[in-house]
């Protein structure tokens, strides 16, 4: 079937979406809907303890995950779990500051530290797939159910700083420097990540996402080696062992090289972040390529006629395109459950 050449409704809207086939009402789900601006995830997180301690008690985790779709209704259910577990299971220390955000030891400062990394532990990654199988069995029928991981050069630029950070400065100064050690750092991610999503796949997951949060910081030569490249690599294989798994490239911050990405990654789908203009999007990438976005999350903290018409201005966009509504990142913990409950009455016609 060519890619956006019907308009149907299906009882799994959103993967028939990531398929091609447009909808007559856009499929929704939203970055982070499972989480802290859910007073039912603080209460579940207030009685766990630590995230981490969240994402490792699958019967937890899996609650986490189908909560907003008990709430809300949304066409996507997306797994509880974090990015970072991919360096946790290659032997580096994971663990969260508060009010921070992550930590992994040894920082992977060089050659010598990347080689000194240990064998990928499956086991570490066991207790995540245990929760596809829990939610799998619980989720509604018509829901998609969204695997994911972060993209090579996003999870290496905490590898090798130890932390997040804005400008990624130790990374990229690595990558200018000793481009085989990252090379072989980003062989290591990639192996372990085809090897994760492939078990949530035959768990239970019916498409992924790849999480590439700090692609924007890289120039065009450097977005093309440690982004396009490796996400082609990691399709490519999942393809081979998932043909029928869509796969979803979300490189936040690319802008003008979103439409290399698009051509050059064989992704099935692209997500937007809030920056890129919708209507730029629509004429610049491949006819019929199924895009997911881009509402700006503070936008839906706002609410009200403003966000009516970001709202609207997202639909018109893609009208003739196959497209997901999301928002340009993740929901935000200020966000008023109201204004959710507006964005998708809205989207479905359930209001003016």
């Known amino acids: 079937m060519e890619r956006g050449s019907t308009l149907t409704e299906t009882p799994k809207s959103l993967l028939a979406t990531l398929r091609g086939e447009k909808q007559a009402v856009p499929p929704i789900w939203l970055m982070r809907q499972a989480g802290r601006y859910l007073p039912e995830y603080r209460a579940l997180r207030a009685e766990k303890g630590g995230f981490l301690d969240l994402v490792n008690d699958?019967?937890?985790?899996a609650e986490v995950t189908l909560q907003p779709i008990r709430r809300f209704g949304f066409d996507g259910a997306i797994l509880f779990s974090d990015i970072l577990v991919i360096p946790q299971a290659l032997?580096?220390?994971l663990w969260f500051e508060a009010g921070e955000g992550p930590r992994l030891a040894p920082p992977l400062d060089g050659a010598a530290a990347i080689t000194a990394l240990?064998?990928?532990?499956?086991?570490?990654?066991?207790?995540?797939?245990?929760?596809?199988?829990?939610?799998?069995q619980d989720l509604p029928d018509a829901v998609t159910?969204?695997?994911?991981a972060g993209s090579p050069w996003t999870v290496a630029t905490y590898m090798i700083a130890g932390q997040g950070s804005r400008e990624q400065a130790e990374a990229r100064r690595l990558a200018y420097a000793d481009p085989q050690a990252v090379v072989m750092l980003i062989e290591r991610i990639e192996a372990a990540t085809i090897a994760y999503l492939s078990r949530q796949v035959d768990a239970g997951v019916e498409a992924v996402q790849l999480f590439d949060s700090w692609s924007g910081s890289l120039s065009p030569s450097e977005f093309e080696r440690w982004v396009v490249a490796p996400t082609a690599r990691i399709v490519a294989a999942l393809k081979q062992r998932h043909p029928d798994t869509p796969v979803i490239g979300f490189?936040?911050?690319?802008?003008?090289?979103?439409?290399?990405?698009?051509?050059e990654t064989g992704v099935d789908a692209i997500g937007l972040d809030e920056t890129v203009d919708p209507r730029w999007a629509h004429r610049e990438l491949p006819a019929g390529l199924p895009v997911q976005g881009n509402l700006d999350p503070l936008a839906l903290i706002a609410g009200g006629a403003r966000l009516?018409?970001?709202i609207d201005a997202v639909l018109d966009a893609f009208a003739d395109r196959p497209h997901i509504?999301?928002?340009?990142?993740g929901i935000q913990k200020d966000t008023p459950i109201a204004h959710v409950e507006r964005l998708i009455a809205r989207i479905r016609g359930e209001n003016s």
């Open 58 to 61: 699958s019967a937890a985790a």
């Open 91 to 93: 032997g580096q220390t």
């Open 118 to 136: 240990g064998d990928d532990d499956p086991d570490m990654l066991s207790p995540i797939i245990e929760t596809v199988r829990l939610v799998k």
């Open 145 to 148: 159910f969204l695997g994911f």
């Open 251 to 263: 490189p936040k911050g690319a802008g003008g090289k979103l439409a290399a990405y698009a051509r």
């Open 308 to 310: 009516d018409e970001e």
């Open 325 to 329: 509504f999301n928002l340009g990142h």
